[in-house]
């Protein structure tokens, strides 16, 4: 079975920068998109990319601020966050499907990590 794992969350004060990374247990399967999810909230769209780097898809609530991007040398999909704000918070998920395509809705991916927890505070 497919795993992917995430790393680089942490606790962080508004303005700050994070950057995530997904790995997979599978060389044939590559992570291609980010959600979040808040306490009491649904799990949303972050950003997305095809498996080979492009085109990307930025949520309009972090265009600007996160760019997300992959290593395929190292089979690593990350997301760099900037200028985070306290909305930000969240647990953080990289999701992956066989296909490698970048999509919006969350049904499409068959594979996702665990999570990590970001917090932004003042």
């Known amino acids: 079975q497919v795993q992917l794992f995430e790393s680089g969350g942490g606790l962080v004060q508004v303005g700050d920068s994070l950057r995530l990374s997904c790995t997979s247990s599978?060389?044939?399967?590559?992570?291609t998109a980010w959600f979040r999810q808040a306490p009491g909230k649904e799990r949303e769209f972050v950003a997305a990319?095809?498996?080979?780097?492009?085109?990307?898809y930025h949520a309009n609530s972090v265009r600007g601020r996160f760019t997300i991007s992959r290593d395929n040398s190292e089979n690593i999909l990350y997301l760099r966050m900037n200028s985070l704000r306290r909305e930000d918070t969240g647990v953080y998920y990289c999701?992956?499907?066989?296909?490698?395509?970048?999509?919006?809705?969350?049904?499409?991916?068959?594979?996702w990590g665990q999570g990590t927890q970001v917090t932004v505070s003042s």
């Open positions: 999701a992956a499907n066989r296909l490698g395509s970048a999509e919006y809705d969350a049904s499409a991916y068959e594979y």
């Open positions: 599978d060389r044939a399967v590559g992570a």
């Open positions: 990319v095809r498996w080979r780097g492009s085109p990307t």
